[in-house]
């Protein structure tokens, strides 16, 4: 697949939103596992172990950010420093 492939940036922008939602890295699986945009991908889903899924949900969360493209979100990294944790 191309870089610019439709279907793989539909599939990308879902994997975000899924890492990014609220919830243990089960919920984000079944919240992908379930996105129409990640049906080519549904073997990959099935295959991701959770706890692969828990450091990306925290990169994620700490340092994503999402701005609107070309017809699909894109997550670039901060360019400040994440917030301190409480």
Do not use: I, W
């Not at 079944?30 to 692969?52: H, I, N, W």
């Amino acid at each position: 697949m191309s870089t610019d492939d439709p279907v793989l940036a539909a599939f990308q922008d879902a994997l975000l939103e899924a890492l990014a939602a609220p919830g243990d890295a089960a919920a984000a699986r079944e919240l992908l596992f379930r996105d129409p945009r990640s049906a080519v991908f549904r073997e990959y889903v099935r295959a991701m172990e959770p706890r692969m899924l828990e450091v990306a949900q925290e990169l994620v969360r700490r340092y994503g950010r999402r701005e609107a493209g070309a017809g699909h979100t894109e997550c670039e990294a901060r360019k400040e420093p994440p917030p301190s944790a409480p």
